[in-house]
């Protein structure tokens, strides 16, 4: 199971911020350092840095680290911003470049720094064309790209990719996200579900890769989710139950939840113990998701989960 922490600048951070938990990570060994990509959330408007030039930044001050993007809007960048713009941090970090691509969807966010939000349908149509277009100017297919909202010439778009720069598809659709990721992604990433979401995803998932001449087995499925994990699984709880008034709900409730999708709760080996289980489940990384502003983090905790996290 590779690990991942993954944090939501959008709710307050200084690069600063962000650099000593992608540095913390990277000393950790923990495969990948992930960010959220928004610039408002809700209609709270904190310091949020721009989540592909914060990580350019983090391409030259860590060593061995994945950098994710969970997951960039298109209606935020033209799909030629968005390929450049990745294929120069892939360059910049040596190959560490992991480019999460979704259709956007907070109306607030959008409406506030007046970026256009098109109907959902017309969003799933403009991102089928981001996919085709990131595949051609990444190298992945010859002959350029012309469709409906998106054009690239036939030619090389240079900086290449240094490796593969996997491509990302998340979100939490039954049908089109599990799709357009069976034809185009790397790695399908969704926020924890249960057994029978999961189940139906992948299916839908797997058939896709098929019928686009793909093995399913060469796409990563992942979590991003949260965890709470104390010394003993009184202290699990307790950080659970604190999250869960934190946020107005029912620690009971929130925890009957949570079970059922397989987030870490408990002692240290009860944590593991859940790993295992997704790991049986095919989930191939977990994204640790702290959705708190990001000087708020506690460091210690992290060393907790993670070292749990990994038995």
Same mark, same amino acid.
């Given at each position: ?105 907070? +109306?607030?966010? &959008?409406?506030? =720094? %007046? ?5 959902? /349908?017309? $969003?799933?149509?403009? !991102?089928?064309?981001?996919? +085709?277009?990131? &595949?051609?100017? =990444? %190298? ?5 790209? /012309?469709? $409906?909202?998106?054009? !690239? ?159």
């Amino acid at each position: 199971m590779e690990l991942g922490l993954m944090v939501e600048p959008q709710l307050g951070g200084t690069y600063d911020d962000l650099l000593a938990l992608a540095q913390w990570a990277d000393q950790a060994g923990l495969d990948s350092f992930a960010r959220s990509d928004h610039y408002l959330h809700n209609d709270t408007n904190a310091h949020a840095t721009d989540a592909l030039i914060s990580l350019a930044g983090l391409a030259r001050e860590t060593k061995q680290i994945k950098l994710t993007t969970l997951v960039s809007p298109l209606t935020f960048r033209n799909p030629a911003v968005m390929a450049k713009s990745a294929a120069t941090i892939d360059e910049m970090s040596g190959g560490r470049m992991e480019l999460g691509v979704g259709t956007g969807w907070m +109306a607030s966010e &959008h409406d506030s =720094f %007046g970026l256009e939000l098109p109907d959902l /349908s017309e $969003r799933f149509s403009r !991102l089928y064309e981001t996919l +085709a277009y990131l &595949h051609a100017a =990444f %190298g992945r297919k010859d002959g350029g790209f /012309s469709g $409906r909202h998106y054009h !690239l010439d036939d030619m090389d778009v240079l900086p290449r990719p240094t490796g593969k720069l996997p491509i990302i598809i998340g979100g939490s659709g039954m049908k089109k996200t599990p799709t357009f990721a069976g034809k185009f992604a790397d790695e399908y990433n969704m926020f924890v579900t249960d057994d029978e979401t999961l189940t139906e995803r992948r299916q839908v998932m797997q058939q896709a890769a098929i019928n686009a001449g793909r093995s399913p087995g060469d796409i990563k499925i992942s979590f991003v989710g949260p965890a709470f994990v104390g010394d003993t699984e009184k202290e699990g709880l307790e950080k659970l139950a604190e999250h869960a008034v934190s946020h107005g709900q029912d620690p009971e409730q929130l925890e009957t939840s949570m079970r059922g999708k397989h987030v870490p709760i408990g002692s240290r080996d009860q944590a593991f113990a859940t790993m295992q289980e997704l790991t049986d489940l095919g989930v191939g990384r977990y994204y640790c998701q702290v959705f708190k502003p990001l000087a708020d983090i506690d460091f210690v905790n992290l060393d907790t989960v993670f070292s749990a996290l990994r038995g």
